[in-house]
């Protein structure tokens, strides 16, 4: 069954912003795939709510791979959009992620830096040399909340703070250190055996108001009954999280 606008948590919404959160597995733009996409949906809500005629903008401000759900926001107005882009772009933009890692992390907290390339015909990034033309540096930082154990298994779950907004980037540089993020079946070590989904999530999201420029904080939890993150007391985390 394909997904429509009613499907989409609708989080927060006003004359200038629009704040949801996307859903695994739904693009967030329009693809070859020609599945239906968060922009696309995201119009026809606008659309149907406030009964406009012909084209309806939204502006798309930042992007969230395929297989990640989690808080986006996106622009009602033109302007709205020119000045979230300005503070993405300034870093005033704040986005962290809850993942879970396969293995047990040897670091409590540690930032990565590497620089990547993406090879566009395949939809594959992979950790380069610095030297490499058009290699682009990305970097994160995580936190290690807590290890596990589970059968012959073990995971991690991660908290991590983006510096940089590069495709994929989080799942490359996880597994460049050898610890490729559960359930990704494009970077996994056991790809043909993930049966359930990426276990990354864009979990908050720190943003100056377009207009006010209050600063306005969304947090959204993954479905935390769902495995792998049904072995952490994730609620417990995510309350006692300071500003990282």
């Known amino acids: 069954m394909k997904i429509t606008y009613q499907d989409i948590n609708i989080v927060y919404e006003d004359n200038h912003v629009l704040v949801v959160v996307k859903p695994q597995n739904v693009p967030t733009q329009e693809d070859k795939t020609g599945d239906p996409d968060m922009l696309t949906l995201l119009k026809q809500y606008l659309k149907e709510k406030y009964n406009k005629e012909g084209n309806v903008y939204l502006g798309l401000v930042h992007r969230l791979d395929r297989p990640t759900g989690g808080v986006m926001v996106f622009a009602k107005t033109s302007k709205a959009a020119e000045r979230l882009s300005e ?37 594959i990034v992979k950790v380069v040399p610095e030297a490499t033309k058009n290699a682009k540096k990305a ?16 995971f991690s779950l991660l908290w991590i703070k983006l510096h940089t907004g590069r495709s994929h980037q989080i799942r490359v540089q996880l597994q460049n250190i050898g610890h490729p993020i559960a359930g990704d079946v494009k970077y996994g070590e056991n790809k ?26 969304f947090r959204v939890y993954p479905d935390v009954e769902q495995f792998p993150y049904k072995l952490f007391d994730i609620d417990t985390y995510l309350r006692l999280t300071v500003r990282n």
């Open 192 to 217: 043909s055996k993930a049966n359930f989904p990426l276990a990354l999530w864009a979990c908050e999201l720190r943003f100056p108001h377009p207009v006010t420029k209050s600063t306005m904080v």
């Open 139 to 154: 970097t994160l930082k995580y936190w290690t909340f807590d290890r596990k154990e589970f059968g012959e298994e073990a």
């Open 87 to 123: 503070s993405l772009r300034n870093g005033e933009m704040e986005k962290r992620y809850l993942a879970v890692a396969c293995g047990k992390m040897e670091k409590d907290s540690e930032i990565l830096e590497n620089y990547l390339y993406k090879y566009e015909s395949l939809n």
